[in-house]
């Protein structure tokens, strides 16, 4: 049963990205005629009649064939793009008092679908060189067919069924039922639904009520910043750990950045949290429709300036639109506060990093926040990669379900990583559905993955935790500077069967004569100065080392997961070194790390940062369980060479 509601979660959430993709890369158009609009008509801030007379063309016509457009392309490329625009301009026409961008969203991927199906029953059967007659003349045909069917049935049908929503939210206005609307809408906002119900459902009823009335409240339902904002001043004053210390960042991404997906791991991780945006979200509602708010425009992303660009110029709409979200963060702010100082527990970095994933489970999702959570306890962060490692990256795309949320944020800290180190690589965002056919390294979260490997799987993934603080951002760097590849761990600087060398290029790395099998300890403390008199006998470092090793570990563990720990000394320790190296200790029955049994044991030694490449080596080989399982199964060591080798 929980597996079937996982399922039909993910099939809602895979429905809403694809409505998102259809307006989301448009909404520069959206935002465009918002614009015009604002300034231009008789009530604007500079009336202009001729400048006006490009607003009802623009929302009759530009708008939904965009949207045509974009949906058919998803579904079948160019060819499909421009089947969808041809079809859509039958709703368009067939329904000419009611702007078609509900109809557009059916015409264009349908009209793609078709199209798409019909080059796959002719496929090889096409005479050479009469392929682009066919392609022009089948795409004018079909075309022509669809709109004619869009024309006489789907716009006079999609018109009837927007005069309904729209006649359903007019009584919900006018019993003052509409905040109501919170209820639903909050907790789906948390449960990564906010695309199927902002850009599916609000955006094309509130372009409907905005040619009746010249503004829509429905663009603020969703879209209103003040009920995660109030949360998040709350976890500023009244919070603990590291949710408190995060969440002035939070606050100014969410508010000026407007990307809400930053206060829904804090929501999750006190669920009671979530009356406090419902009653937040209906409190910003009601004000609303007291004083008349509403926007112009759909307001993407939900940030304070998107709002005041698209808010009406005439009356107190501004005065209604920022009192709407005051109100929604007062309320939300004064419940939380209540909920988090009546909460009894102490909320370690642990506790709060243990709830994450509690609540990361609960939504089907991972926060966009867990790896900040998890920091100060010494969490890494869980990443992993598939495919080859390109040999000359050009482009990396990180990816997510709408393209301008955290993937914004994800590709913002590593350009920034990639300028510092010189390189001359672009990176970007995009929605997965919209990720560019020559990207070579896509960076998605780890629930998210599997789809972009679907759309893309020749290109190389990683999968992370969270866009905000991933170590992987620092790995991939170092790859990208030293070239290193799945296939060539830094484990081995040579691809020969024998170990690995170091800078020397003689020198190994690691022998069969510093691998220790089938090895038992009391405590870890014990496993740590065992393997780190290992590093000393075989040259690698001074006694002096070992002492060091054991501080390190009191500072956070080194226990990395996947039943693995790297001890190594402290940035003190560096003058121990003598030369790079490393041991390999296998604990088949495993040794205490602080509640997690690591079963092997790399002891690590670095000299003028080669450590970094050790490590890199070692987390690409035991990133993989079934790597790890291989290399405590040994029964010698030089199969567990053998097997490091392999891999």
Not at 54 to 79: A, C, N
Not at 259 to 280: N, T
Not at 478 to 506: F, Y
Request: negative net charge; hydrophobic residues 45%; aromatic residues 8%.
């Amino acid at each position: 049963m929980e597996r079937e509601r996982s399922s039909v979660k993910v099939k809602v959430q895979k429905f809403g990205n694809f409505l998102s993709s259809m307006v989301m890369p448009n909404i520069g158009a959206f935002i465009a005629w918002g614009l015009i609009t604002a300034l231009f008509i008789p009530t604007g801030f500079f009336p202009n009649e001729q400048f006006a007379s490009l607003v009802g063309p623009m929302i009759t016509y530009l708008l939904p064939l965009l949207i045509g457009y974009t949906g058919g392309k998803l579904v079948h490329d160019q060819r499909g793009g421009v089947i969808g625009a041809i079809a859509t301009m039958g709703v368009i026409v067939g329904a000419p008092d009611t702007p078609m961008f509900l109809g557009a969203m059916i015409m264009g991927p349908l009209a793609a679908w078709v199209i798409k199906q019909f080059d796959r029953l002719i496929e090889g059967k096409i005479r050479s060189g009469f392929e682009m007659l066919v392609n022009n003349f089948s795409s004018g045909i079909i075309g022509g067919a669809l709109a004619i069917f869009a024309y006489l049935g789907i716009g006079p049908a999609v018109s009837a069924l927007t005069q309904v929503l729209v006649a359903g939210v007019d009584w919900l206005l006018e019993t003052g039922l509409l905040p109501l609307t919170s209820i639903l809408i909050e907790p789906g906002k948390i449960l990564f639904l906010n695309n199927a119900i902002n850009h599916g459902i609000l955006t094309p009823l509130g372009l409907e009520q905005v040619q009746q009335a010249g503004r829509s409240v429905l663009f603020l339902l969703e879209a209103n910043p003040g009920p995660g904002l109030g949360v998040l001043l709350a976890f500023m004053f009244f919070g603990k750990g590291i949710a408190k210390q995060s969440a002035p960042g939070a606050v100014i991404i969410h508010f000026l950045g407007g990307i809400h997906e930053i206060y829904f791991p804090y929501v999750l991780m006190k669920p009671m949290l979530l009356l406090s945006v419902i009653l937040g979200g209906m409190s910003g509602v009601f004000t609303l429709v007291l004083m008349g708010g509403g926007l112009m425009a759909p307001a993407s992303p939900g940030s304070i300036f998107a709002i005041a660009a698209v808010t009406p110029p005439e009356g107190m709409a501004y005065v209604a639109n920022f009192t709407a979200i005051l109100v929604a963060a007062t309320v939300s702010f004064l419940i939380s506060a209540v909920i988090l100082k009546r909460s009894k527990d102490t909320a370690s970095d642990e506790d709060v990093e243990a709830a994450t994933r509690r609540m990361e489970e609960m939504k089907g999702k991972k926060s966009s926040v867990a790896g900040a959570l998890g920091a100060s306890a010494g969490g890494a962060g869980t990443a992993s990669a598939a495919g080859t490692f390109p040999e000359d990256v050009h482009k990396i795309v990180f990816a997510c379900d709408a393209g301008m949320g955290s993937s914004a944020m994800g590709a913002s800290l590593l350009s920034k990583k990639v300028k510092e180190a010189g390189m001359d690589i672009k990176v970007t965002n995009s929605a997965i559905s919209s990720i560019p056919a020559d990207t070579q390294i896509i960076i998605t979260q780890d629930k998210l993955t599997p789809r972009a490997k679907d759309r893309h799987p020749d290109a190389y993934h990683i999968s992370v935790d969270n866009f905000l603080s991933s170590p992987e951002y620092d790995h991939l760097i170092e790859r990208l500077q030293h070239g290193v590849t799945q296939e060539q761990s830094e484990l081995v600087e040579d691809s020969e069967a024998n170990a690995a060398t170091g800078d020397e290029g003689d020198a190994p790395l690691l022998t069969e004569d510093n691998i220790f099998i089938n090895k038992s300890f009391r405590t870890k403390e014990e496993a740590i100065r065992f393997a780190g008199d290992a590093l000393v006998a075989a040259g690698y470092v001074e006694p002096s080392y070992v002492d060091e090793m054991i501080k390190r570990e009191e500072i956070t563990t080194t226990y990395m997961g996947n039943d693995v720990a790297i001890p190594h000394g402290t940035e003190e320790a560096k003058k121990a070194v003598i030369k790079s190296g490393f041991t390999v200790v296998q604990v088949p029955d495993g040794v205490d790390f602080d509640g997690e049994k690591a079963k092997l044991i790399f002891a690590i030694a670095g000299k003028d940062g080669t450590h970094l490449e050790i490590l890199s080596g070692i987390a690409v080989i035991c990133a993989e369980q079934s790597n790890v399982d291989e290399l405590v199964a040994a029964k010698s060591p030089k199969e567990l060479l053998d097997i490091l080798n392999s891999k």
